[in-house]
């Protein structure tokens, strides 16, 4: 123990820093859904189906197949029909992403008739197998979000806070004009009205559709908000 005292006092800063975090490290696993067997089996089958180009365009469409080719478990042999334009332009959910949607609903099915209550949910990806509302992953997170977004719009745009801008009356040297002052958190209030918007727009948007480039900006948002608050 004391000889690891020693090496220990002899690390700088930034050592003594990734030494700590070394420490406090676990081993992660990726979530429970995602790995199980029936379920990449069942994307296997389906991008194979139904995927062209590396699984970003849909194939012609095919008929679903029969009951008894869905095999003993049913999980696989799945097919169905492209996306309306919503889903697949606006939110950005192509032939694979798709796959990954329609087997995780699939497979949840297919054990809850199973196993009934005694099913344990699990995540998919990092989230719970909620149902898509109009091509939406979290519907309610997203009005959630978008609650949370209207009233720092009003503090922003509303009769309030323009009245923020000034408070009380100033006096010219001369005496004889009477006006108001300017308010010295005019600027931090309004860029912090803006960093909040900015936030909450990001936030819907990211539970709204999850990929890479929208989790990105809404942490990176929240992480802005953060930072200005405390300054």
Known sequence: M???????????????????????????????????????????DCTHRNCVLGGIAYA????????????????????????????????????????????MVMVESLLEAKYGAEITRVKYFGKWPFQRICGMQEFMSVLLSLGNLWPHLLHL?????????????????????????????????????????????????FHARDVKWTEAMDYHSATAQIYFSVW
């Open 60 to 103: 012609p469409r095919r008929e679903a197949p029969a009951a008894e080719e869905a095999g003993a478990e049913g999980f696989g042999k799945i097919s169905f029909a492209p996306l309306p334009w919503l889903h697949r332009g606006l939110l950005m959910w192509d032939c694979s992403s798709e796959c990954q949607h329609q087997c």
């Open 2 to 44: 004391p000889r690891i005292i020693a090496m220990c006092t002899k690390l700088d800063g930034r050592q003594l820093i990734l030494l700590v975090t070394a420490v406090m490290m676990t081993v992660c696993a990726a979530s429970d859904g995602d790995r199980q067997h029936e379920f990449q089996s069942c994307i296997s």
């Open 157 to 205: 745009v509303g009769a309030e806070w323009r009245g923020a801008l000034t408070y009380g009356e100033s006096t010219t040297q001369g005496g004889n004009e009477r006006g108001k002052r300017r308010n010295w958190m005019a600027t931090p209030l309004r860029i912090y009205g803006i960093i909040c918007v900015n936030t909450w727009i990001w936030s819907a948007i």
